[in-house]
């Protein structure tokens, strides 16, 4: 199961001194068959997203693309975002997907085979 978000600096992460990472807002859902993590990604292309595991951790980094001269008026600041989270021995990491769309980040994380319920069926007497 993955747990977090784990975030050992803080809520604001600095990645460069031009650009500033945040934690997006996630929301993790657990199914029979698994889980499902959606992050919010304002701004993030899938070129430039990435998704990684790296042993128990489950990584999240999406850099916005930023306009070469900022615009004269906004309601809110675009940021890089970065978010990792603990995976447990009850997932199957080589099966995560992930997708992309409309800034919202979708990713399945499916349970291990060996503790998905199954049904047993019944031998005739």
């Known amino acids: 199961?993955?747990?977090?978000p784990h975030d050992p600096g803080?809520?604001?992460l600095r990645d460069d001194?031009?650009?500033?990472t945040v934690i997006p807002a996630t929301d993790v859902f657990e199914t029979e068959t698994?889980?499902?993590i959606v992050a919010d990604m304002p701004g993030v292309a899938p070129e430039r997203l990435e998704v990684t595991t790296e042993g128990d951790a489950l990584t999240i980094r999406g850099r916005v693309t930023r306009a070469s001269r900022p615009p004269d008026h906004r309601e809110f600041e675009l940021a890089d975002?970065?978010?990792t989270f603990t995976l447990t021995d009850d997932?199957?990491?080589a099966r995560i997907r992930a997708a992309l769309k409309d800034g919202v980040l979708r990713i399945t994380v499916p349970k291990s085979a060996t503790i998905q319920p199954r049904r047993i069926e019944i031998d005739p007497a």
């Open 1 to 4: 199961m993955p747990t977090g």
């Open 10 to 12: 803080g809520s604001r």
């Open 17 to 20: 001194e031009d650009a500033r």
């Open 34 to 36: 698994g889980f499902t």
């Open 81 to 83: 975002y970065a978010q």
């Open 91 to 93: 997932v199957d990491p």
